[in-house]
């Protein structure tokens, strides 16, 4: 089994209409050489993904001058 980490990002619905962004790290947690449970977090990155994405629109607009 493998036993390297995971990270992925991913978008979440918190209520209807509103959605955000959520990093996810994990690891698992190996017994008798196989995975018997997860241990990770989940991190909202809403922010920073909407601080990006308008970043990307800037370096757009500019590069159409």
Known sequence: ???????T????QW???QWGWVLSR???YIE????TRWF????????AMA???QVRKLQD?????
């Open 1 to 7: 089994p493998r036993e390297e980490a995971f990270e």
């Open 9 to 12: 990002r991913f978008r979440v």
């Open 15 to 17: 209520r209807p209409g």
């Open 26 to 28: 994990g690891r698992p």
């Open 32 to 35: 008798q050489g196989r995975p």
């Open 40 to 47: 990770g977090v989940f991190s909202d990155i809403s922010h």
């Open 51 to 53: 601080l990006e994405d």
């Open 61 to 65: 607009a500019l590069s159409e001058r």
